[in-house]
């Protein structure tokens, strides 16, 4: 698995919840948003700001954390 580098934890945004590139978009809104049927186009064209990247890497490290495997994290 490669590193996670747009995925960030800061203890001071969003009570510390894995975030997008620092932005305050939480790994588990994106996962929900899925979760609820939303496509990864959807969600593109509700939060521009976002990029697919941001996406995928947001549902891999969930499967990770579902697995409890060690994930390396870029620090926001």
Same mark, same amino acid.
Do not use: F
């Given at each position: =698995?490669? *590193?996670?580098?747009?995925?960030? *934890?800061?203890?001071? =945004? =969003?009570?510390?919840?894995?975030? /997008? ?11 929900? *948003? ?8 959807? /969600?593109? @064209? ?9 996406? =995928?890497? @947001? ?18």
């Amino acid at each position: =698995m490669g *590193q996670l580098n747009r995925i960030t *934890q800061n203890p001071d =945004m =969003m009570g510390g919840k894995a975030c /997008i590139r620092g932005m305050r978009v939480t790994v588990g809104m994106i996962v929900g *948003q899925v979760g609820t049927g939303h496509s990864v186009d959807e /969600i593109l @064209a509700d939060y521009p700001y976002l990029e697919r990247e941001d996406i =995928m890497q @947001a549902l891999r490290y969930a499967a990770w954390l579902a697995e409890e495997r060690e994930v390396v994290l870029a620090s926001a």
